[in-house]
């Protein structure tokens, strides 16, 4: 990781990983000093950008093509789990709302959260153990076809601030199957180096001591109630050379095929 020369307390580096038998450099800028986790989103997403231009141009290379489009809202009705501090940060976005809307937002997060408890499933995606069984919770949250609250007219209504899964979430196989997803009619597109989210260092804990492993996007108030507090500032350059430790070995899935709630 080498720094270039720079006045400004930030770090500019470029970070050589071998994926595939083949290196990948992605180019990072962290700030050298202590800073919120929450301050760091903007270097995620960058790094997840550029995994993602890698793995789109490697799938049209091999003859498929990126079939997501605005108006095709059938994956925002998934269970989409999201790091802590991107639940953190949605719930800001939703308080800096002006009125009526942010009434409205609370709403439809609410309404949400009164099917999942019909269902069952509130307390499950609550309990800390919830990754545990992240497969299947995903189905099960499935049939039940939730609209993300963010989902207006079939498109994302905070889309510069939606999560990094969202973003990461793309399919090469026509857009109608979507609404059957099976590991047989939809082809999600492979990362190089596994979803950038579950390499975000775990800055949360649970009541119990263990980490936050990651936050359903639609309970994001319900985590933010329960804790209130962030984590303390930590140096910049110390959280993302946790995040890159993760990525040695990446873990990948197959060449294509569906991901579930904790591959996402």
Partial sequence: MANSPQSSPVRTATVELTVNGRRLGLHVSVPDRPVRPAELLPVYRSISAQLMAVAVKDVEDA??????????????????????????????????????????????????????????????????????????????????????????????????????????????????HCAEPTSENVRALPLPAGPVPVRIPHHERNRDGTPVDWVALTLSPDFVAVNPTEPPPRPGTQFVGEFFKSAVPPRLGPPLGTRDATER
């Fill in 63 to 176: 003859g498929f093509k990126v079939s997501c489009r605005a108006g095709c809202g059938a994956c925002c009705r998934q269970l989409v789990p999201i790091s802590p501090i991107e639940a953190r940060e949605l719930v800001k976005v939703i308080d800096r709302m002006p009125e009526p809307r942010r009434t409205e937002m609370r709403r439809r997060f609410s309404v949400v959260r009164q099917a999942l408890q019909g269902a069952g499933l509130l307390e499950r995606l609550l309990d800390p153990r919830h990754s545990r069984e992240g497969r299947v919770l995903s189905e099960q949250y499935w049939r039940l076809r939730l609209p993300c609250p963010f989902l207006e007219n079939e498109s994302c209504s905070i889309y510069p601030d939606r999560p990094i899964a969202c973003r990461e979430y793309l399919v090469v196989s026509p857009a109608e």
